[in-house]
């Protein structure tokens, strides 16, 4: 089994940057690519950005390219989101999720099988 635990979500403004974090437990961290998706009121759960088991390779939605960076530390079973340059529709519930590494980076929601509780980020205008 493994758990996902997310923190450093909050209530910004516009403009301003949040680090979030979601530390791994259960198993070996470094056998899971890990992503970040969010939720916002009344939509559907969308993909973030997701980063390899090595740390090598990420991907990113195109929204938040250039203002978001995915990164980890295998040493500390943590992936981190970095958020630079935050807008309003960046408001949305953001959960860290985990599958076991394969040949290609993914982004759909169905094939990760662990998953975090979620941290609310709300950024104000």
């Known amino acids: 089994q493994v758990q996902l635990v997310e923190s450093g979500g909050g209530l910004v403004q516009a403009g301003d940057s949040l680090r979030l974090s979601c530390a791994v437990s259960g198993r070996t961290f470094s056998r899971y690519d890990m992503s970040w998706f969010r939720q916002a009121p009344g939509k559907e759960r969308e993909f973030v950005a997701v980063?390899?088991?090595?740390?090598?390779?990420?991907l990113y939605t195109e929204s938040v390219k250039g203002r978001f960076t995915i990164s980890r530390d295998n040493a500390k079973n943590t992936v981190y989101l970095q958020m630079n340059s935050l807008k309003p529709e960046d408001t949305a519930v953001y959960s860290c999720?985990?599958?076991?590494?394969?040949?290609?980076?993914?982004?759909?929601?169905?094939?990760?099988?662990?998953w975090g509780q979620g941290t609310q980020v709300t950024v104000s205008s």
């Open positions: 999720a985990a599958v076991e590494a394969d040949s290609s980076l993914s982004r759909t929601t169905s094939r990760y099988r662990y």
């Open positions: 980063i390899s088991r090595s740390g090598s390779s990420t």
